[in-house]
């Protein structure tokens, strides 16, 4: 149980950039507030603190968030691929702000390495697993399959982007759409939700499963036409196709 509510986590990250919808947020704080005491709470990807601060209100006390990103300035959001130290270094500062002015500093450990050179810093098993760091294929498969693997039986792993990122979309692919350990279990927006399987799923199982994600693709095209009209300079089509106005991408 976490000890403030939903809409103190809300305001807390009123100002703070970033890429987490309210409903995703409320996803991330329930799911949160659900671990153990004195579990694990891992996180990839956090840009400058939006979905951290939600994981850390919510969270149980004693419960730590260990939150894993470079702060590189690459892989950081849409036509933002290559490195950039001072965009980097802009966001470190933005984060650790961030997590001051919501009072969180003392929940969160920032382990600023790519998650590739991270996993040592992870105690496993994990509880809940919030995957939302590069977007690339390669990136996303590894995290999806090395810190996946380290979540325990009934443990939760949350995907952003999961549906209007080709890299991402194409990951969950390879790697959950048959999955004999993960279950879908529904999503917020692009933010897809899995949980641990305590043992093999059953063949029907599995179906079920992959069917109801494949039942995810119009949604999919759906937000990468709007990214396409985006990237084409065509706002009025965007918004036809359903892009709110104001948010930068679908996600
Ligand atoms: C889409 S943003 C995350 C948004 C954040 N979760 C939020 O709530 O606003 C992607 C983040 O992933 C980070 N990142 C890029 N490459 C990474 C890697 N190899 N491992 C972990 N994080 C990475 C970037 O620095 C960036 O801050």
Redo the contacts with the bound molecule.
């Keep these: 149980m976490s000890t403030v509510g939903f809409e103190h986590a809300l305001q807390a990250i009123e100002h703070v950039?970033?890429?987490?919808s309210e409903d995703q947020a409320r996803r991330l704080f329930e799911r949160a507030a659900a671990v153990r005491p004195g579990g694990t709470i891992v996180?990839?990807?956090?840009?400058?603190g939006?979905?951290t601060i939600v994981l850390a209100l919510g969270a149980p006390p004693g419960t730590v968030v260990v939150a894993?990103?470079?702060?590189?300035?690459?892989?950081?959001?849409p036509q933002e691929i290559a490195a950039d130290a001072a965009r980097?270094d802009a966001?470190h500062a933005a984060f650790t702000a961030n997590l001051r002015a919501a009072g969180v500093s003392d929940r969160v450990r920032h382990v600023r390495l790519?998650?590739?050179r991270a996993l040592g810093s992870v105690a496993a098993p994990i509880d809940l697993l919030y995957v939302?760091?590069?977007h690339r294929l390669g990136?996303a498969l590894d995290d999806i399959t090395r810190y996946g693997a380290l979540i325990a039986p009934g443990g939760t792993m949350l995907i952003?982007d999961a549906f209007s990122s080709i890299g991402v979309t194409l990951a969950i692919g390879v790697r959950l759409l048959g999955s004999a350990r993960f279950s879908y279990a529904g999503r917020s927006r692009s933010l897809a939700e899995y949980r641990r399987a305590p043992g093999r799923l059953p063949a029907a199982e599995r179906a079920a499963g992959a069917a109801n994600q494949l039942a995810q693709l119009p949604w999919f095209a759906r937000n990468i036409s709007i990214k396409l009209a985006i990237a084409a300079g065509r706002p009025n089509l965007a918004r036809a196709l359903g892009h709110r106005p104001g948010d930068r991408w679908p996600y």
């Design positions: 950039e970033g890429w987490l996180e990839i990807g956090s840009f400058q939006r979905s894993i990103d470079p702060h590189a300035g690459g892989d950081r959001g980097g966001d790519p998650s590739a939302d760091g590069a990136p952003h």
